[in-house]
């Protein structure tokens, strides 16, 4: 069955740090995959998109990075900010254009 | 930068009511979508729909789920008749083409609460 599981499921950093969250997915075949960024009670922003055959792709203090081998993306967030604090879905789509959705990682920004 | 809205943004109505959710995506995209997300939970796909018809439904999308575009600008869901578990936000997406590849654009949302 194609899924998308995220981890962790919610991550609290200070202000300034970095951090990382993680996506696996069993879709096969797969065409490419996304990472949104939702703030609470509005609708996702697409931060990236990548195809398997894309390594890594940067969007401001945002790199996303695909390993289609493994089946594994990571979301990496540079110098965080306050407005950071959102929940980070990951979303792969399948050779029928299906976008299967992960639950989504819940980040809070602590100042 | 163009962007998708949504009205209402909050609709409250009781069971078995009818509601109609409104979206204007943005100009010149084809490719129209709706997606709910139960509080908590992660976003589901409802429907995409191009050139007039429906080009994929989910499960949740049944007989009392319908798409349109009435005036050709503006896209439609209406819920014949609402359910508790209807309660969710809804939210309109657009893509200029397939989605291969290309950056689906989200509107704000409208939140449902069904009493």
């Known amino acids: 069955k194609n899924q998308v599981e995220q981890s962790p499921q919610s991550l609290i950093i200070l202000e300034g740090k970095n951090c990382t969250l993680q996506c696996n997915y069993t879709v096969s075949p797969f065409s490419n995959l996304r990472w949104y960024k939702q703030d609470t009670g509005r609708g996702p922003v697409s931060l990236t998109i990548?195809?398997?055959s894309e390594n890594t792709k940067s969007n401001g203090r945002y790199t996303a990075t695909l390993d289609a081998d493994t089946k594994q993306s990571s979301l990496h967030i540079t110098a965080s900010q306050l407005s950071d604090s959102a929940s980070y879905i990951c979303v792969v789509t399948d050779s029928n254009y299906q976008l299967i959705w992960g639950a989504g990682t819940k980040l809070i920004i602590k100042p | 930068e163009p962007e998708v809205t949504q009205t209402p943004s909050h609709q409250v109505t009781q069971m078995g009511q009818e509601v109609i959710l409104r979206c204007v995506p943005i100009s010149n995209h084809l490719y129209f979508y709706w997606y709910r997300q139960i509080l908590g939970q992660k976003v589901e796909f409802l429907v995409s729909?191009?050139?007039?018809?429906?080009?994929?439904k989910s499960e949740i999308f049944d007989d009392q789920f319908s798409v349109e575009r009435p005036d050709g600008s503006n896209f439609t869901l209406k819920i014949r008749s609402t359910k508790l578990e209807d309660s969710a936000m809804y939210f309109c997406?657009?893509?200029?083409?397939?989605?291969?590849?290309?950056?689906?654009?989200f509107g704000p949302g409208t939140r449902l609460l069904v009493l």
């Open positions: 729909f191009y050139n007039n018809e429906i080009s994929e």
């Open positions: 997406a657009n893509t200029r083409r397939l989605p291969y590849q290309e950056t689906q654009y």
């Open positions: 990548m195809t398997f």
